[in-house]
T-cell receptor, first 111, second 114 residues
């Protein structure tokens, strides 16, 4: 079983829709959970990070962590064509520890 | 946010040659830099951890004699792919750790070995 599982997509949704992206993981020692956005042929950009379980909101983005289910989610409200990118979940045991990435989900927002 | 640059952004080379990739933190000092490799439609895989002034720590399965890492200053780390082969073609990305619980990624270098 891989440490982090993420559906690669692609996921296509109409502009304005709510997008739900998620990952599952197997290592219960993970404490820090991140979501990165990566545009084609660019380096990843940190969108959100959360510690332990709970929700975190930043503008149109909401990150959720359910440690009991080993399941994390990223919600994007009022999706825009500029949100089209690959979204990678990532996690670490400590904030300055090695980061384990998911494969990324390719998201297409259709105008 | 902090800026990390990589040079070159793209390189094409012949099989058997060596290629050097630079990673620079432009407006901050990074005691630690990480090197990742990303194959198409795959996740970022950590190759090595580079600490200024000391030898890099390589992940299991990464050949340290093939992927030479030098972290000579607090703002520069280099990755040299020696005797590159087509299977080394990939997207190489560095990240710099500021010591403030943040890692900042460079834009990546696409290596194509013919």
């Amino acid at each position: 079983q891989k440490e982090v599982e993420q559906d690669p997509g692609p996921l296509s949704v109409p502009e304005g829709a709510i997008v739900s992206l998620n990952c599952t993981y197997s290592n219960s020692a993970f404490q820090y959970f991140m979501w990165y956005r990566q545009y084609s042929r660019k380096g990843p950009e940190l969108l959100m990070y959360t510690y332990s379980s709970g929700n975190k909101e930043d503008g149109r983005f909401t990150a959720q962590v359910d440690k009991s289910s080993k399941y994390i989610s990223l919600f994007i409200r009022d999706s825009q064509p500029s949100d089209s990118a690959t979204y990678l979940c990532a996690m670490a045991m400590n904030r300055d520890d090695k980061i384990i990435f998911g494969k990324g989900t390719r998201l297409h927002i259709l105008p | 946010g902090a800026v990390v640059s990589q040079h070159p952004s793209r390189v094409i080379c012949k099989s058997g040659t060596s290629v050097k990739i630079e990673c620079r933190s432009l407006d901050f000092q990074a005691t630690t830099m990480f090197w990742y490799r990303q194959f198409p439609k795959q996740s970022l895989m950590l190759m090595a951890t580079s600490n200024e002034g000391s030898k890099a720590t390589y992940e299991q399965g990464v050949e340290k004699d093939k992927f030479l890492i030098n972290h000579a200053s607090l703002t520069l780390s280099t990755l040299t792919v020696t005797s590159a082969h087509p299977e080394d073609s990939s997207f190489y990305i560095c990240s710099a750790y500021t010591g403030l619980n943040e890692q900042f990624f460079g834009p990546g270098t696409r290596l194509t070995v013919l």
